[in-house]
């Protein structure tokens, strides 16, 4: 079992979330009756922790187990193996009857704001739908709370009587997130909260769950595949590849001395707003692997620039390299002790 990173704890700070060694697998059938043929492995021994009032930015590109990573630890999907605790309570094979308690405290903003939204439900009824579900609030105290989480995200009161199609896409996103607080969680998973809406758009939301984050410690887990926007909300960043974390770190440490080659040719990928800077784009050959017939060794081993023959036989822990800054790679730690 490989061990979850090691945190610098802060005083006062508790760990909303720890994932522990976390796997999804898909099975693939094939034939008349369903014979498994296969795996998809979507998420693959992945372990992380998140403390009250942390961003955890996930990071990857398209296919890499960003998302399933998510709906998993929400339990949204069963997970294969692995531990998933919840403020320190052990929720991996928790019965639906005991679950339903512990999603209080955890709750997902949507990429897509009008694809999450029921389009036959008022705004204010979606919001306050959570409320009624779990037998918070009825009637004029219902109303109440619902016109307070309207105006603690920006909205109008009077918002509340339209529909999803009648507002704007931030608009519909700061329903999501209003939805989301409804409950008072203290943990919330946003899956590419901002990839549909307008640069400008995208800034008015990022600073309100920034402000939200400040005034209720809630604890992020912000799932992107836009570096310049982890970077402005996260704590920490997670890079993911083929279903693993490849690094983790404090986000000025990773975007200043990344470990991982994989890292290396992301940030070389960002834009600099600099015309007159220069920056050495790195250019991966090959394609990403099938998650359903990973590589041996190091998945990244048949694109890497570094490549090494240990890198294709075995499979490189993520380890601590220096105080805090944790990567999978040969090349980046000692070998692991006999």
């Known amino acids: 079992?490989?061990?979850?990173?090691r945190q610098v704890r802060e005083e006062g700070r508790r760990v909303v979330l720890r994932v522990q060694d976390l796997a999804k697998h898909f099975p693939v059938k094939h034939g008349l009756f369903g014979r498994v043929s296969g795996h998809v492995y979507?998420?693959?021994?992945?372990?992380?922790?998140?403390?009250?009032?942390?961003?955890?930015?996930v990071v990857g590109e398209s296919g890499c187990g960003k998302s399933t990573l998510g709906k998993t630890v929400l339990r949204l999907l069963p997970p294969t193996s692995g531990q998933i605790l919840l403020r320190g309570k052990d929720i991996t094979l928790m019965p639906e009857r005991h679950l339903r308690e512990q999603r209080r405290q955890m709750q997902m903003v949507f990429q897509d704001p009008y694809a999450s939204l029921n389009p036959r439900m008022r705004c204010g009824e979606?919001?306050?739908?959570?409320?009624?579900?779990?037998?918070?609030?009825?009637?004029?105290?219902?109303?109440?709370?619902?016109?307070?989480?309207?105006?603690?995200?920006?909205?109008?009161?009077?918002?509340?009587?339209?529909?999803?199609?009648?507002?704007?896409?931030?608009?519909?996103?700061?329903?999501?997130?209003?939805?989301?607080?409804?409950?008072?969680?203290?943990?919330?998973?946003?899956?590419?909260?901002?990839?549909?809406?307008?640069?400008?758009?995208?800034?008015?939301?990022?600073?309100?769950?920034?402000?939200?984050?400040?005034?209720?410690s809630l604890a992020y887990l912000f799932i992107s595949h836009n570096l310049a926007v982890v970077e402005h909300i996260s704590h920490r960043i997670a890079v993911m590849y083929v279903g693993k974390l490849v690094e983790l770190t404090d986000k000025k440490t990773l975007f200043r001395s990344p470990l991982h080659p994989y890292t290396e040719a992301l940030l070389s990928a960002v834009p600099v707003p600099d015309p007159g800077a220069k920056r050495d784009r790195i250019i991966l050959h090959g394609d990403v692997p099938s998650p359903m017939n990973p590589p041996p060794g190091c998945a990244f081993h048949t694109r890497c620039p570094y490549v090494k023959d240990i890198c294709r036989t075995q499979v490189p822990a993520l380890r601590?390299?220096?105080?805090g800054h944790f990567a999978a790679c040969h090349l980046r730690q000692p070998p692991a002790p006999a």
């Open 1 to 5: 079992m490989t061990e979850a990173p």
């Open 42 to 57: 979507a998420v693959d021994g992945v372990s992380f922790s998140i403390h009250e009032g942390e961003t955890l930015g």
């Open 126 to 216: 979606i919001v306050g739908e959570p409320l009624t579900i779990h037998g918070l609030a009825s009637g004029r105290e219902k109303e109440q709370r619902v016109t307070a989480l309207f105006e603690r995200v920006g909205l109008r009161p009077d918002q509340k009587k339209r529909y999803p199609h009648q507002l704007s896409g931030g608009q519909r996103q700061r329903v999501g997130v209003a939805r989301a607080l409804a409950l008072t969680p203290s943990l919330i998973i946003a899956d590419e909260p901002v990839s549909a809406l307008d640069v400008s758009v995208q800034a008015q939301v990022i600073n309100l769950l920034k402000d939200l984050q400040r005034d209720s």
């Open 320 to 323: 601590e390299v220096t105080s």
